[in-house]
């Protein structure tokens, strides 16, 4: 039985890979799950630093706060961090975080486990195009993941997908109204979003989601804590960059 992402582990430990003198070291840190309440805590205290910078030591405050706020989130969440085989102590940490910034790119790339995202670009947009075979039927967004699935400390690639309805023309408007787009000096853009819209709007579009367990079992309507349950247990970031990557795609391929 391959393993899966469980929705329901008190913590999980998953491979980020960090660039070091030209080698890859492989570092694993373990997490406890990022509560869906708080992580939207944090993209709404984000928007704060988001407006452009007046000059280069008002862009320095603005990184600095943003940064402040990643690195006090992953030591909430943070039970320990391993590198060559050894636990790190807490002065290693701090100075693994201060060469690499670690901390904060395990908050903005790791989404507890996300290791790349993995949608391939059609390889023949030209070809005739079937509209009863695609109208209609459900939409896979995969994301690749790379965590540990057992103590030994054995890797394994678990890809994840989430399953959607196709989109109706409402679905779309409540994407929309879910966005704001300011524009600011010098061609800047500052995009924000109601978080609790697009939380209602995954929960209303998805039929499963592949490579996750909840309680062991897969994440369909035949969980028998049902989809309600595991769909709740879905952390949101997740379900936030999939919808993201469903509906860009979307407006690339219309645009």
């Known amino acids: 039985?391959?393993?899966?992402?469980?929705?329901?582990?008190?913590?999980?430990?998953?491979?980020?890979?960090i660039r070091?003198?030209?080698?890859?070291?492989?570092?694993?840190?373990?997490?406890?799950?990022?509560?869906?309440?708080?992580?939207?805590?944090?993209?709404?205290?984000?928007e704060a630093y988001f407006e452009p910078a007046r000059d280069e030591e008002d862009a320095h405050d603005l990184k600095r706060g943003s940064f402040k706020l990643d690195r006090d989130f992953f030591n909430e969440h943070v039970v320990s961090v391993t590198l060559g085989g050894k636990t790190l102590t807490s002065e290693q940490l701090e100075k693994l975080d201060a060469v690499y910034n670690f901390k904060v790119n395990v908050v903005n790339k790791g989404y507890n486990g996300i290791a790349a995202d993995l949608t391939e670009e059609d390889d023949d947009p030209d070809r005739e195009v079937d509209l009863d075979a695609i109208l209609g039927a459900p939409i896979k967004r995969s994301l690749q993941y790379f965590l540990l699935a057992d103590t030994a400390g054995k890797e394994h690639r678990i890809d994840l997908a989430h399953v959607f309805r196709f989109p109706t023309a409402a679905d779309s408007n409540r994407w929309e109204q879910a966005r704001r787009i300011r524009h600011g000096r010098k061609d800047t853009r500052k995009v924000t979003f109601n978080y609790d819209a697009l939380h209602q709007l995954y929960d209303g579009m998805i039929q499963s989601a592949d490579g996750f367990r909840f309680h062991g079992e897969p994440c369909t309507e035949a969980n028998r804590e049902g989809r309600e349950g595991w769909c709740e247990a879905m952390p949101f970031l997740f379900k936030f960059f999939a919808l993201i990557q469903l509906f860009s795609e979307a407006e690339r391929k219309n645009g």
């Open 1 to 17: 039985d391959m393993p899966g992402y469980e929705l329901a582990a008190d913590a999980l430990t998953f491979l980020f890979r």
């Open 20 to 46: 070091h003198e030209g080698r890859k070291l492989d570092v694993y840190p373990t997490l406890r799950p990022y509560r869906n309440a708080r992580v939207i805590e944090l993209l709404r205290e984000r």
